[in-house]
């Protein structure tokens, strides 16, 4: 077991674990990785409120994740490891940080694995009335269950071809709606600027909330750094990723959310109801084309559900070998540790049981308790890559294969984008819930973690 001090280095080699991933795959991932269920999904609310100007939201939120994803990736690259940011907070802040970053982002991502499983389910029972939808989640469950039950590079070859139908289709997107812009799109007529002209309909309070909305939908990101420990070449596949990060969330974030408002009356109710993809297809009239991409959202979510239960998995197993958890979620077998798999799948499909049977108290109070984790994660990647960067220049140049930009002023930039993310958070009645019932978890967890890591000082002295 690794020292409980701060200054000794949790174990980051992950020996047990198989080494299946092969490049094609990682670079698929950290590709696929950039188009979640939240930009399909979720975006429709943040253009009802924000209006055109969610381009400047998803731009503002876009510039903050290109930077913690610069972070992480330096630390990543130069110590790969499944606990990712988890491992990081704990070699440079302590075992109580890496406890908290870890089991926070742990129920974060199997509840994640729920909600997911019910847009699915939503999808497929609309296609087939009558079919119930719990059904759809549990045999959705059981196949990525059992997908990563099995060797990684299983998981790796699924994520692969999602994420390459998922490249294939907003790059698709994106082209016909450009050439309808442009009015060379046969049977279609330019829009111009005419849905651009109120471009703050709601004022500052529906810009926030369209900030709000985009900086949770870039969720997700951070599952490549967990995949890169698993891959042929940790280093390069980490570098390689982060590097084209700018450009992949410039084009399919902010470039989509410039298409659809041109494309799409802002106040179109079709925005929110079928979502802004399906509804700007359906703006250009080309047949079929809203379902196709209904088919799209459906690939989506189910990816983001197999992401979710690999990634959540992996954090487990690296919390437990650094002594952070029952030692039953790290028993390995065929180079994957199975126990957690099943525990991470279990723990998903309670939510969804929660949604039906708890679906006014517990299952809301659940969902507000996750709310604000992606913030208080990318802090801790922060504040360990302020500590970090100093030691490894210090002790291992050699190994800062990926470099933050203007370091430290960057890092503090982006800190200080955080508080103000929390501050508007704070001003908004719906996410003000969120962020105290996220608070008031990561607190809790913060103590367990401190009296563990005293408790095992004592006995380690």
């Known amino acids: 077991m690794p020292s409980t001090t701060t200054g000794t280095p949790p174990s980051t080699d992950d020996a047990s674990l198989s080494h299946g991933l092969k490049q094609r795959h990682l670079s698929m991932i950290a590709l696929g990785g950039v188009i979640g269920a939240g930009l399909f999904v979720g975006s429709g609310a943040g253009i009802a409120a924000a209006g055109p100007s969610i381009v400047v939201a998803y731009a503002l939120s876009g510039v ?3 930077l913690v994803m610069r ?4 630390m990543s690259a130069a110590y790969p490891s499944s606990g990712s940011f988890s491992a990081h907070a704990e070699r440079a802040i302590g075992p109580w940080a890496g406890f908290t970053a870890g089991w926070s982002f742990w129920v974060l991502l199997c509840t994640a694995v729920g909600l997911e499983g019910i847009g699915a389910a939503k999808i497929v029972s609309g296609w087939l009335p009558g079919t119930p939808e719990w059904a759809w989640v549990a045999l959705f469950m059981v196949v990525f269950c059992g997908t990563n039950l099995a060797a990684v590079k299983n998981f790796g070859e699924f994520e692969f071809w ?3 139908l998922k490249v294939g289709a907003i790059t698709l997107f994106l082209v016909l709606g450009v050439l309808a812009i442009l009015g060379i799109l046969p049977g279609t007529d330019s829009p111009g600027a005419s849905h651009l002209t ?3 309909p709601n004022g500052g309070e529906g810009l926030v909330i369209g900030l709000l909305a985009s900086v949770f939908a870039y969720g997700g990101l951070e599952t490549v750094t967990i995949a890169a420990a698993e891959s042929e070449n940790p280093v390069k596949g980490v570098a390689t990723a982060v590097r084209t990060a700018m450009w992949r969330i410039a084009l399919f974030y902010i ?3 410039a298409v659809i408002v041109t494309l799409v009356p802002w106040d179109s109710k079709a925005v929110v109801e079928k ?3 399906v509804a700007a297809l359906d703006e250009l009239g080309i047949p079929g084309a809203g379902q196709l991409m209904n088919v799209v959202v459906l690939v989506a979510l189910l990816s983001a559900m197999n992401a979710n239960i690999y990634g959540a998995s992996r954090i487990a197993y690296s919390l437990v070998e650094r002594g952070q958890g029952p030692k039953g979620l790290g028993r390995v077998s065929g180079g994957v540790p199975r126990i957690a798999v099943l525990a991470s799948s279990v723990f998903g499909f309670l939510c969804v049981l929660l949604s039906y049977w708890r679906p006014n108290d517990v299952f809301p109070w659940l969902l507000n308790m996750i709310g604000a984790v992606i913030l208080v994660v990318w802090i801790f990647i922060a504040v360990s890559q302020l500590r970090l960067r100093r030691r490894l220049e210090r002790e291992a140049p050699d190994k800062l294969a990926v470099r933050m930009w203007a370091f430290p002023w960057l890092t503090w930039v982006a800190l200080a984008g ?3 993310v929390f501050v508007l958070m704070a001003r908004e009645p719906d996410t003000r819930v969120q962020l105290y019932s996220t608070g ?11 009296g563990w890591q005293r408790v095992r000082a004592r006995t380690e002295a």
């Open 64 to 66: 903050l994740v290109m």
């Open 71 to 74: 972070m992480l990736g330096e």
């Open 162 to 164: 999602f994420a390459a």
């Open 198 to 200: 109120d471009f703050l």
């Open 255 to 257: 470039g989509s959310m």
């Open 275 to 277: 979502g802004p993809y």
């Open 418 to 420: 955080m508080a103000a």
């Open 440 to 450: 008031g978890m990561v607190l809790v967890l913060a103590a367990v973690g401190y």
